[in-house]
């Protein structure tokens, strides 16, 4: 296993550990993409999935080429390519918030909608409310 994190390390221009935290990055990367996509499955709309392909890209491209990220950093006036990242999953964090938060909202209106239905289904008619009442209170 050694001699070929070696071989390949080099050939990424990494050396052996780097390669190491790499290869364990993008199998995670790799591992997270295919949960979401078999735990979606047909459902999960296409751009949705085109997004999640892009950010798997990005995120084993970031992992590969660290100096890239750290290039794009400066191109957009950022110091380093950590404070970049941080900066871009503070926002995709907000971003996931935002979208949970709408999704709970309308769980929770169709949930009141549901209830509110079954309710009024299962209500006794009027006519038999109030013959039953009527003779309960009579006695």
Do not use: C
Not at 48 to 71: D, Q, S
Request: glycine share 8%.
């Amino acid at each position: 296993m050694d001699t070929l994190l070696e071989a390949l390390g080099p050939a990424l221009g990494v050396s052996g550990r780097t390669f190491i935290i790499q290869l364990l990055l993008v199998a995670g990367i790799v591992a997270i993409v295919a949960w979401l996509f078999v735990k979606r499955g047909a459902k999960q709309l296409a751009v949705r999935r085109l997004l999640v392909i892009a950010f798997a890209v990005f995120a084993a491209l970031t992992v590969l080429f660290p100096t890239m990220l750290t290039r794009v950093a400066h191109m957009v006036g950022v110091g380093r390519g950590a404070d970049l990242l941080l900066y871009a999953t503070v926002l995709v964090l907000l971003g996931f918030l935002a979208l949970q938060e709408a999704r709970t909202k309308n769980a929770e209106k169709r949930t009141t909608y549901l209830a509110r239905r079954l309710s009024l289904d299962e209500a006794e008619p009027a006519a038999q409310y109030r013959e039953r009442s009527l003779r309960e209170h009579d006695g």
